[in-house]
């Protein structure tokens, strides 16, 4: 159960589909995409109702899935696998990467390396994994809690919100010397961005992709990012989804894969010359104490 298209999956999502698809096939199973965005509404329960009186699957893969809709498949018992992480309070057999982790190692590292001023580019937050990635960064810029200074800043979608906000970030008092990018595509416009206000990377801003794409490799410089193995993820999926067909519960119910960073030349020290901290308004909305 899907909010788009096959043809919209990102790269990595496309693979682990077809992983888990040939795998459900050697078992004798069959995956369909069903796109249902009325689904993917506030109240989502009567378009479940009609779907699954219409669709009768032994068991269903929640891609992207909200709260309501998580709470929705618990309530009702129906047989199913979130292809993500389950939201607060939800208890569903779930697969997905372990962002918590990933983004409080990403904001340690970029502090370990001298950085004192770090934000967090991201979509305003819907699934619970990217919940899970501004709690992570948080915790990782906590983790300096006398010289830190960290912030979430959120953006729309689309390329020409993406492009604002870095204007407007770096443009600003006491601009960022590191920046850590939710997606890859929007790494691309914050990277084009960046380059049109002439900051060098990494000599002035030091960047971190958090997802990786096959073609960030052909950026110069290449984009330090997390990587995994999407293969691995498909396959947790269908011993959950193949387990559930047998009535059998998921053992384990939650299966977190950590990916690695793939260090680069995009992350260096900050410059010696960089402009004094951020405002102590920032400080507070994170919970810091003054520097």
């Not at 919209?8 to 999502?13: I, K, M, S």
């Not at 891609?63 to 009702?76: L, M």
């Not at 970029?110 to 990635?133: C, K, M, V, Y």
């Not at 906590?142 to 407007?168: C, L, N, Q, W, Y």
């Amino acid at each position: 159960l899907s909010p788009y298209a096959l043809e919209e999956f990102r790269p990595r999502q496309a693979l682990w589909v077809d992983e888990l698809r040939r795998l459900l096939a050697e078992d004798g199973r069959q995956l369909r995409l069903l796109v249902a965005p009325r689904c993917f509404q506030p109240n989502p329960a009567p378009a479940l109702v009609r779907l699954l009186r219409r669709e009768r699957a032994a068991c269903w893969v929640l891609v992207r899935s909200t709260r309501p809709i998580q709470t929705w498949f618990e309530r009702q018992e129906v047989p199913c696998v979130v292809a993500g992480s389950c939201h607060e309070g939800v208890r569903l057999p779930c697969v997905d990467l372990d962002y918590r982790a990933m983004c409080r190692h990403a904001a340690a590292a970029l502090l370990r390396r001298g950085h004192r001023r770090i934000a967090f580019l991201t979509p305003t937050p819907e699934a619970a994994g990217d919940f899970q990635s501004e709690a992570g960064f948080l915790e990782g810029v906590r983790r300096f809690p006398a010289e830190a200074e960290g912030r979430i800043v959120r953006h729309a979608t689309d390329r020409e919100s993406v492009a604002r906000t870095v204007r407007r970030l770096m443009t600003g008092k006491g601009a960022p010397t590191a920046l850590f990018v939710n997606q890859s595509y929007h790494y691309l416009t914050v990277f084009s961005i960046l380059t049109s206000l002439g900051r060098r990377i990494p000599e002035d801003v030091s960047l971190i992709c958090r997802d990786e794409d096959r073609f960030l490799a052909y950026l110069e410089p290449e984009p330090a990012r997390y990587v995994e193995d999407p293969h691995l993820y498909g396959r947790k999926l269908a011993r959950i989804a193949i387990g559930l067909l047998a009535g059998k519960p998921a053992h384990p119910p939650h299966v977190l894969l950590v990916p690695r960073l793939r260090w680069s030349a995009s992350v260096a020290r900050p410059p010696a010359t960089a402009p004094e901290g951020l405002p102590s308004v920032a400080r507070r909305c994170l919970g810091l104490p003054p520097p």
